[in-house]
């Protein structure tokens, strides 16, 4: 069974690690550091917590599990301009030789005010990756004896590897646009992240140049208050690396339980090409919570029998009271 996991770890592995090292989430919304530094810091409140889970194919031999943990904070003040800071912890785990990618990364990123309604703001990052594997948990051909065709996992496996694992540093830029209307619910952000600007070198032999396709995301959500149950949430994310390309759009009506304070959001979006995803979302006071599915649409249904991946996202904001006068109109300043 070993073996045969092993063959699909080689046949479905390549293709994923080659395009799309980086890792992606259906509540991408919940965690916006991981599209764009510039989005550090950029929301009402002054200190944002995050922590995403996936579990992902669970139903065939080569599943991943992805953990993602987050914090960003306003730390300086001054006039017009808002400087914040932030950092991003990531873990990605599949198949018998838990192939791993992980990355921890920190953000700073600088926010204008332009109005009373818009604002601007750009970012970098800096992040350290690892991709490491262990080979011992594998097992080969070679270590089948020949003559009475059993398994001893004590003899060669006769594979050369010059090194299992390999660290990395990795640099992030982005820019962004904030609209927030005071006394209301209704805001947008619209922005644009690129990573791996120095395509860093992540293979395992160092003899060997494989660098780190750039990934450029696009990222823009909007809450519109319709009234003082009712908002509509409409959201969407475009991301390429090197030939991989991932296009998930989608919506739907937040129902506030109690204005202000607690709040439903159902949602269903869809990765183009590859799964429906229905989404619920519930918050009060600084917290949210949200669960997601995704429903496998794409020819690996197959194997899947449609299905895809759950995830879970816990998010918790600070929320000062504002003074009663306040000379900064902005909400998020």
Same mark, same amino acid.
């Given at each position: 069974m070993r073996l045969r996991t092993?063959?699909?770890?080689?046949?479905?592995?390549?293709?994923?690690?080659?395009?799309?090292?980086?890792?992606?989430?259906?509540?991408?919304?919940?965690?916006?550091?991981?599209?764009?530094?510039?989005? %550090?810091?950029?929301?009402?409140?002054?200190?944002?917590?995050?922590?995403?889970?996936?579990?992902?194919?669970?139903?065939?031999?080569?599943?991943?599990?992805?953990?993602?943990?987050s914090a960003d904070r306003k730390m300086l003040d001054v006039g017009a301009n808002i400087l914040s800071l932030g950092i991003l912890l990531q873990h990605d785990k599949a198949g018998d030789a838990g192939m791993r990618w992980t990355q921890m990364g920190l953000s700073a990123g600088v926010a204008r005010s332009l109005s009373e309604q818009h604002s601007v703001s750009a970012g970098v990052g800096l992040a350290f990756a690892q991709r490491a594997f262990d080979i011992s948990a594998l097992t080969f051909k070679n270590q089948w004896s020949a003559g009475d065709y059993m398994f001893d996992p004590n003899l060669p496996t006769k594979e050369g590897f010059n090194q299992s694992s390999g660290m990395r540093s990795s640099l992030s830029a982005g820019m962004n646009w904030h609209f927030e209307q005071p006394d209301k619910r209704t805001e947008a952000n619209a922005g644009l992240g690129a990573f791996h600007l120095n395509r860093p070198?992540?293979?395992?032999?160092?003899?060997?140049?494989?660098?780190?396709?750039?990934?450029?995301?696009?990222?823009?959500? %909007?809450a519109v208050e319709l009234n003082e149950f009712f908002d509509l949430v409409v959201f969407a994310q475009v991301q390429r690396m090197g030939t991989a390309q991932e296009i998930v759009a989608g919506g739907g009506p937040r129902f506030w339980l109690v204005p202000e304070v607690s709040a439903v959001q159902l949602s269903i979006a869809t990765r183009v090409g590859d799964a429906l995803i229905p989404a619920l979302q519930y918050q009060r006071g600084n917290w949210t919570f949200g669960l997601s599915y995704d429903w496998n649409t794409s020819g690996f249904e197959a194997a899947t029998n449609g299905r895809g991946g759950l995830e879970l996202a816990v998010v918790y904001r600070s929320m000062p009271v504002p003074p009663a006068k306040s000379l900064k109109s902005c909400p998020i300043f």
């Open positions: 092993f063959i699909l770890v080689v046949l479905l592995l390549p293709p994923v690690l080659a395009c799309t090292q980086d890792l992606h989430y259906s509540q991408f919304y919940h965690q916006p550091l991981h599209l764009n530094p510039a989005q %550090t810091g950029v929301f009402r409140g002054d200190l944002r917590a995050a922590a995403l889970y996936r579990s992902q194919w669970s139903s065939v031999p080569v599943s991943y599990r992805s953990y993602a943990v070198n992540v293979g395992f032999d160092q003899n060997t140049a494989e660098p780190l396709p750039m990934r450029l995301a696009f990222f823009a959500n %909007t």
